[in-house]
Each structure stands twice: as structure tokens, then as C-alpha cells.
């Protein structure tokens, strides 16, 4: 197949523009909490690609999330190699990458520092070999085993694919996986019993944005009833009813366990194209009225987040907002070192190991968020979103 031909060329550009938006949310942002605990207390993959960047290009952002974007890069190049071998037509698959390039959580995966990206690279290169050569790439799935406790699931979904094809070998397999994963990692199902199930389908409406999301359950509900089935469907479903099910007893790491169900992305495309397409021309409006609705939501919301640093702009109050917990740390962290400051106590444990990726060190100086007065202040846009007093 010819490199060089338009549909390609689209791609790139489709890659190319989602890169620079990453980067422009990056540039805004300051490393949160979350991201915070991962770069220094965990002790896995992210961690290690993380200190890896920030030891060659500096700790600072850009070099923080970098591993993040070239794995946001190989995710959405596998999204498009896999709709090139599904779909029927290739304006289809540039179709598909520009609606996962826009999902809300597809653009989180490529700003912020997670364990999500990477397990979803191995995912969908296991799955785009199944697709394209009808074979198991064993290889990988053992090397699943020791990237993420989420990989159980792959292999959940492996078993049942190969019980369907009635491949006893192959469901053995997964098995072994799955039970050596389990063994590494487990499932705490431990304490008191709370139910996380509304939260959860609340975040992964708000993962895909809510018309999506409905459409998508649709679709692989639509798909699994079907005869002709692929690893992909089964991978895509497992990660939602798993999800689900654990839902019903604890709170689940959603960072993990929901990003995974984004590699059914392309069966979302083909059904809904295939709708359109086996309809006579007037009964073709309502279902592209449908299509008008999720790329309208999709829109809002990435400029949501392409935009959240002007939300400041509209919040009552910015100390109570969640913005807080992605902003504020690095301008305060320039601050104190225009000051020759590079040790501080801060009663806000938060701030206090966000600070001290940006150098500064816990210890000396007080450090007290005040709401007047303040000789640190942080302002976006000429509000004041945040005082602090040393």
C-alpha cells in the first residue's frame, strides 16, 4: 500500500492538530496530585518512562507528560490502522480518528500523566494483529501480564473471545494470564461494601460525553449479538461489565479500568455508518441528526478542556473549584524562587508534593493560603485565583 496517498495525508494532519492541542493544554497546566504520587511514589512503567523523560529534557511539564504523548501518537495510529481494516471505505477511518481525537478522555490520556495509556497501546496492537492476521499475538499478552493490574481484563475478554471460536487452547492461555496476573496484583475487595455504580456510568459519560457513551453501549450491544465477532468487541465490552460489576461492591480506580473500553471506538463508527448507509436516502436525516448531536457535544467538551484555564474566569469561587487541583502549583513554585526560596512548610500535603516537583522542597518557611492580602499571588486572565503568605 502506497504511503503517500490523501487519506494519509488527513491522518497526519488529524495527528499533527491533536498534538498541538495537547501541548497548548499542557503549557497552561501544573503537575496535580495525582501525577504528583505516580512521578514519585510509584514505583511502575509510567513512573520509570516519567523519570526517564524529565532526566534527558528537565523537570518541568513538557518533559513530565512527554511518554504520554508519544503513547497518545501510537494509540491513535493503531485507531486508524484498525478502522482501515473494518470500515469499509477510507474517508470512514479518518472519520473514526477525528471522533476519538475528541473524546474527552482520549484528550485527558494525552495530557495528563497515567497508567491507562500504556495498557491501552498493548491492547490495541493485540487487537489490530487479531484483526489483520487472525492470530494471537502471545507474546504481547504475556507482557501484559507485568504492565497493569487492569490486564486482567484483556484476558477475560481473551478466554470468552476464545471460548466463542471454541479455541480450548487459546481460553487455557488466558487462563494462565490471568491467573499470574491476579497473583502479582489481585483485586481488593476488602472493607465495607459501597456502591460506586452511578459514579461510575457518570464518569464514563462524562469519558465520552453522554450522547456518545449511549450510542456506544448501543453499538456493543448491537455487535455482541452478531455471529461475526472480533478480540477488539470482546476486549471493549469486558472492560465496561467488569467495570461495572466492581462498581456495584467498591470504588474502583477508574483511571485504569475505564480507559480500556476506548479501544472499541472503530465498531462504534462502522454501526453507525452501516445505519445510515442500508437506509433510503429520506429515512437517513434522523440518524445524521444523531451523528450532529455526539459531534456537537464532543466539540463543547474538548474545548472545555482546551480552554479550562478561562473558567476561572466564570467560577464564584476559585478556591473551592476543581480547577485548583491542575493549576495555581507552578506559578506559586516561580514565585517563591524569585525570592530565593526553595524550601517551604505548607499545611496542604497537595500542594506540598506538588511544589516539590517544581524544586521546592518541604521544609523552612511557613507557607499559609490566606484570602486577603497574601505576598504570593497567582492571577489568570487579571483575577485573582489564589494568595498565599511566606
Known amino acids: 500500500m502506497n504511503f503517500i496517498n490523501k487519506y494519509n495525508v488527513y491522518f497526519i ?16 497546566l501544573s503537575i496535580s496530585y495525582q501525577e504528583a504520587i505516580i512521578y514519585f511514589d510509584k514505583n511502575n512503567l509510567t513512573s520509570k518512562l516519567a523519570h526517564l523523560s524529565t532526566s534527558l529534557l528537565g523537570q518541568n511539564d513538557y518533559a513530565l507528560r512527554i511518554p504520554n504523548i508519544i503513547f497518545f501518537v501510537l494509540n491513535l495510529s493503531l485507531i486508524y490502522l484498525i478502522s482501515n481494516r473494518i470500515l469499509k471505505h477510507r474517508v470512514d477511518s479518518i472519520l473514526c480518528v477525528v471522533i476519538y481525537a475528541l473524546i474527552p478522555g482520549v484528550i485527558m490520556q494525552g495530557v495528563l500523566l497515567n497508567e491507562s495509556s500504556i495498557m491501552l497501546f498493548f491492547v490495541l496492537l493485540i487487537c489490530y494483529i487479531e484483526i489483520a492476521t487472525g492470530k494471537i499475538a502471545y507474546p504481547l499478552f504475556i507482557i501484559s501480564i507485568f504492565i497493569s493490574s487492569s490486564a486482567f481484563m484483556l484476558f477475560l475478554a481473551l478466554f470468552f473471545y476464545a471460548l466463542s471460536k471454541k479455541r480450548i487452547n487459546v481460553a487455557i492461555f488466558a487462563l494462565i494470564c490471568f491467573s499470574i496476573n491476579m497473583y502479582i496484583y489481585g483485586i481488593d475487595v476488602g472493607g465495607k461494601p459501597r456502591g460506586e455504580f452511578l459514579d461510575v456510568i457518570g464518569e464514563l459519560a462524562l469519558l465520552y460525553s453522554p450522547p456518545l457513551f ?6 456493543l450491544y448491537r455487535n455482541i449479538t452478531k455471529e461475526k465477532q472480533n ?44 445505519d445510515i448507509r442500508v437506509r433510503l436516502p429520506r429515512f437517513q436525516n434522523a440518524y445524521r441528526n444523531r451523528f450532529i448531536i455526539v459531534l456537537v457535544f464532543l466539540i463543547f467538551e474538548a474545548l472545555l478542556l482546551i480552554f479550562s484555564k478561562s473558567l476561572y474566569l466564570v467560577v464564584e469561587n476559585p478556591n473551592k473549584s476543581f480547577l485548583k487541583s491542575f493549576y495555581i502549583a507552578k506559578e506559586v513554585s516561580h514565585q517563591l524562587k524569585e525570592r530565593n526560596i526553595s524550601r517551604v512548610t505548607i499545611n496542604n500535603q497537595a500542594m506540598q508534593k506538588r511544589l516539590e516537583f517544581y524544586g521546592i522542597r518541604s521544609g523552612g518557611q511557613p507557607l499559609r493560603e490566606v484570602s486577603k492580602n497574601g505576598n504570593i499571588i497567582v492571577t489568570y486572565y487579571g483575577r485573582i485565583v489564589a494568595r498565599y503568605a511566606i
Not at 494532519?13 to 497552561?28: A, R, T
Not at 449511549?214 to 453499538?219: F, N, Q, S
Not at 466492581?246 to 472503530?266: A, D, T, V, Y
Open 231 to 274: 478480540l477488539l468487541l470482546y476486549v471493549s465490552v469486558c472492560s465496561l461489565i467488569v467495570s461495572f460489576i466492581l462498581s456495584i461492591r467498591q470504588e474502583i480506580n477508574k483511571e485504569i479500568f475505564l480507559f480500556m473500553s476506548l479501544c472499541g471506538i472503530p465498531l462504534m463508527i462502522r454501526q453507525f455508518l452501516s
Open 13 to 28: 494532519i488529524v495527528l499533527f492538530c491533536s498534538v498541538c492541542v495537547i501541548l497548548f493544554i499542557i503549557s497552561g
Open 214 to 219: 449511549i450510542y456506544y453501549v448501543y453499538t
